[in-house]
């Protein structure tokens, strides 16, 4: 659905993005991660047409975002920073987006007030940061998009309209086939709802996988006694005479490797998407540091 191959961009001599190369499949929910500073606002941009990459190119099913309005009227984009005109109300954006996205569905949008129960005629400038974004997501999902683009989307809702929001989303996966890629530092809310993720690093995708193969392939071994030769160890700590190591291989080949040992206890865990993060991370020296202060 979604491609970006080779995508180099550079502001004032600083390399934002640097050769990245990403794949959404049609239908996924993606989530793409990574450190402040990684570029994955600056790639979100390329996707959206925004911004034109120095190199490599940005399709969406085969053909090019940047300058292609009939590409841009099927992607829906919330950013991070919501904006709407300085006077507009929920009338006025509707009246906005129905002349830039044909397929603005006006029937969507009665039956959300629903769900958001904003007022039609106030203006959103005056509207709480909570509201503001309730507001996009209102428009957004009325545009029926074909790919949707979130940066940090639920930021500043509470945690039901959080529930909300994301059950509107998977329901229209669900029934239209949505592809959505999600920007988020919250990754436990990431692990619930996606099925693809793209770890980035200084401009660069570091990994790239369905959750479910990411989550296989990596794993925490607690253990008494030395860690068998031969394993991928990414982490270690000790507490007494557990040790505790982070791994990378399937569970089986793991299981396999300790087996052949004395070791008089074992247990192998699955890791979460944020501890996942971490330990990818540590591995180009993004590892948390103890300072004595």
């Known amino acids: 659905m979604l491609e970006l191959k080779n995508i180099t961009k550079t502001f004032d001599g600083f ?7 990403m794949t959404v499949p049609k239908g996924a929910v993606y989530g ?3 450190p402040n500073g990684a570029g994955k606002s600056t790639a979100i941009r390329h996707m959206t047409g925004v911004y034109q990459p120095d190199k490599g190119e940005v399709l969406v099913e085969g053909a090019a975002v940047y300058e292609n309005p ?4 099927r992607i829906g984009y919330i950013p991070d920073d919501i904006f709407f005109f300085p006077s507009a109300t929920m009338e006025d954006m509707r009246s906005y987006y129905q002349g830039i996205y044909p397929n603005f569905d006006n029937e969507l949008f009665e039956k959300l007030f629903e769900v958001f129960q904003l007022p039609r005629k106030g203006q959103l400038r005056r509207f709480s940061k909570g509201m503001q974004k309730q507001a996009a997501f209102h428009l957004s999902i009325c545009t029926r998009p074909d790919l949707l683009i979130l940066d940090e989307p639920v930021d500043g809702l509470d945690p039901v309209m959080r529930r909300q929001v994301w059950s509107l989303i998977l329901s229209d996966v669900a029934q239209r086939g949505t592809t959505v890629v999600i920007s988020s530092h919250n990754l436990r809310e990431l692990e619930d709802i996606c099925d693809h993720v793209g770890i980035m690093d200084h401009g660069k995708m570091l990994l790239e996988r369905s959750l479910a193969d990411m989550q296989g392939n990596i794993v925490k071994l607690q253990m ?12 270690t700590s000790s507490s007494g005479r557990l040790n505790t190591l ?3 291989g399937t569970a089986e ?5 300790v087996q052949a040992t004395n070791t008089p206890y074992f247990d192998i865990l699955p ?5 996942i993060f971490i330990y990818e991370l540590g591995g180009v020296n993004y590892e948390v540091k103890n300072i004595v202060l």
């Open 32 to 34: 793409l991660v990574g």
């Open 15 to 21: 390399k934002a993005l640097d050769d990245l190369t």
């Open 253 to 257: 080949a793991v299981r396999e490797k």
């Open 246 to 248: 982070v791994v990378r």
């Open 70 to 73: 009939a590409v841009k009227e």
């Open 224 to 235: 008494v006694g030395d860690a068998p030769a031969g394993l991928d160890v990414l982490h």
């Open 271 to 275: 890791l979460s998407l944020e501890e």
